[in-house]
């Protein structure tokens, strides 16, 4: 069963919103008045009411504060390995593509664009209430060409450097049978790391034109990552915000807590 977090707290904050204005605006009053009267004891609020009133701050406080600044997510899938892995709970930046209405996901505020290497949250475009976390490798006008292994950004060939075999662990552990490869890519102004399986074919090569406010994005796990290769364009309107942080690694195959990864910066 999907529940959208986002509609829920929305929905709460209002409904709990609406009750704090009416009491301040006209139960109080109403309730005093009635104290003086004589017909009610106390001008304390109905226990509804109360638990309303109480919530309310923090509701809101949650909704602006994962709405507007920072938002947690959970890496469930190894597409971004090696940068990313299975069991790593991020932070994700939500002002830096500008400030979105929550549930509505308009921007109303721009404060900055993705740019060429930015591991970014957004909605899966076949399917909006899942949100997905890739690289972002084409940016609008960008021809992006995949083959061999090697991305190519309007026509020129994006940097890589072998860094030896790749080892996972726990829940990220290789395939059987299989021996990956590590690789540094140059991407932006940082290079970050790649993983590719020499000995699996690319997928149909071919080149993609980025349309206007759009962008293209792939997973550092590049023959283990559904991405625009197969599914297109991620639009400007589905973005959520950039990863920055890893808070936590869980993974009880090797001990639960990974205090090694927390607090990683990604790159």
Not at 5 to 25: E, H, M, N, Q, S
Not at 174 to 196: A, C
Not at 219 to 241: K, Y
Request: net charge positive; glycine share 8%; proline share 7%.
């Amino acid at each position: 069963m999907y529940l959208d977090f986002a509609l829920i707290i929305t929905v709460l904050t209002l409904l709990t919103g609406l009750v704090w204005a009416l009491d301040r605006f006209w139960l109080r009053k109403r309730r005093r008045q009635r104290l003086v009267d004589g017909a009610i004891d106390s001008d304390q609020p109905s226990k509804p009411v109360e638990l309303a009133i109480s919530v309310f701050p923090v509701l809101l406080l949650v909704l602006l504060f994962r709405s507007f600044l920072f938002e947690p997510f959970k890496i469930p899938s190894g597409s971004m390995i090696p940068t990313l892995w299975i069991g790593d709970f991020i932070v994700v930046n939500k002002y830096a593509y500008g400030l979105r209405l929550p549930v509505l996901n308009t921007r109303f505020l721009e404060i900055g664009e993705p740019q060429r290497g930015d591991v970014m949250v957004f909605r899966y475009p076949e399917d909006q209430r899942i949100n997905y976390i890739k690289r972002v490798v084409g940016l609008p006008g960008d021809r992006v060409v995949y083959r061999n292994k090697v991305l190519f950004i309007n026509g020129e060939p994006v940097l890589q450097e072998p860094l030896g075999n790749w080892v996972g662990e726990g829940l990220n552990r290789n395939p059987p049978g299989t021996r990956p490869q590590k690789r540094s890519e140059l991407l932006g102004e940082e290079p970050h790391h790649i993983v590719v399986y020499p000995e699996r074919p690319d997928r149909q090569s071919r080149d993609w034109v980025v349309p206007e406010g759009h962008y293209f994005v792939l997973g550092d796990n590049r023959d283990q990552s559904l991405d625009s290769r197969a599914w297109g364009f991620v639009p400007e309107e589905l973005l959520v915000g950039k990863a920055v942080m890893i808070w936590m690694h869980w993974d009880c195959g090797r001990g639960c807590v990974d205090w090694r990864r927390i607090g990683d910066r990604i790159r």
